[in-house]
């Protein structure tokens, strides 16, 4: 079965510190991989997603996350955060077997002074 | 334009009673899909529609949660006889088509508190 994993419930960052954010997956062919932000209030936006083709894919505010196949990996980096930055982080796989989508349980993210 | 818009934003209830929860999906997006969102928890599947197919119910947790699509557009999900354990984040999202490398727009949740 289809499963997202999100090591980190918790992360805490100093603003302008580099930051990665780690999700790992299981299916057994090449899955659609998705990193949303959920700020408090808000429901979820797409930060970037990876289909096929360059396993390095970029996204908006700055983000980008590396599929890595033989690491079942798919772990979001920002080189420098911000402030703006906190919130709650979701790694979600699609798959072309079906119309689910997998979420993992999230990343609360705490950006310090 | 209009994104996906849910309503209400929050809900208090009684044990017992049943409650709807309404999602506005953007316009065209054929596909919708519902979503719960427990603390700590991430999102659970719950189900979807796309276009005028039958919705694909598996993830419903039991058989007081429907949900309802008319028009191919506006989406009701209706539970009955609420229990506390169902106080959650709802959440709708859609998308323009169905499938799994599809992006999902959603909507701000419905906070559902079950006292």
């Known amino acids: 079965a289809q499963s997202v994993t999100q090591p980190d419930i918790h992360i805490t960052v100093s603003e302008g510190a580099s930051l990665e954010l780690r999700c790992n997956y299981s299916?057994?062919?090449?899955?659609?991989l998705f990193w949303y932000v959920q700020s408090p209030g808000q429901g979820l936006q797409l930060l970037l997603k990876y289909f096929s083709g360059d396993t390095l894919v970029q996204g908006i505010k700055g983000f980008e996350a590396e599929f890595k196949r033989s690491q079942s990996s798919f772990n979001l980096r920002k080189p420098s955060v911000h402030w703006s930055d906190a919130a709650e982080y979701f790694c979600a796989v699609g798959t072309n077997t079906g119309n689910q989508f997998y979420f993992g349980t999230g990343t609360s993210l705490t950006v310090i002074p | 334009g209009a994104g996906v818009s849910q309503s209400p934003s929050n809900k208090v209830t009684e044990k017992g009673k049943d409650v709807e929860l309404r999602c506005d999906p953007i316009?065209?997006?054929?596909?919708l899909y519902w979503y719960r969102q427990s603390l700590g928890q991430g999102l659970e599947f719950l189900i979807y529609?796309?276009?005028?197919?039958?919705?694909?119910k598996s993830g419903l947790p039991s058989d007081r949660f429907s949900a309802e699509r008319t028009g191919g557009s506006v989406s009701t999900l209706t539970i009955q006889r609420t229990q506390q354990e169902d106080s959650a984040v709802y959440l709708c999202?859609?998308?323009?088509?169905?499938?799994?490398?599809?992006?999902?727009?959603f909507g701000p949740g419905t906070r559902l508190l079950v006292l």
């Open positions: 299916y057994g062919a090449t899955p659609y």
């Open positions: 316009s065209g997006h054929t596909a």
């Open positions: 999202a859609s998308s323009p088509l169905l499938g799994g490398q599809e992006t999902q727009y």
């Open positions: 529609f796309q276009g005028n197919s039958a919705p694909d």
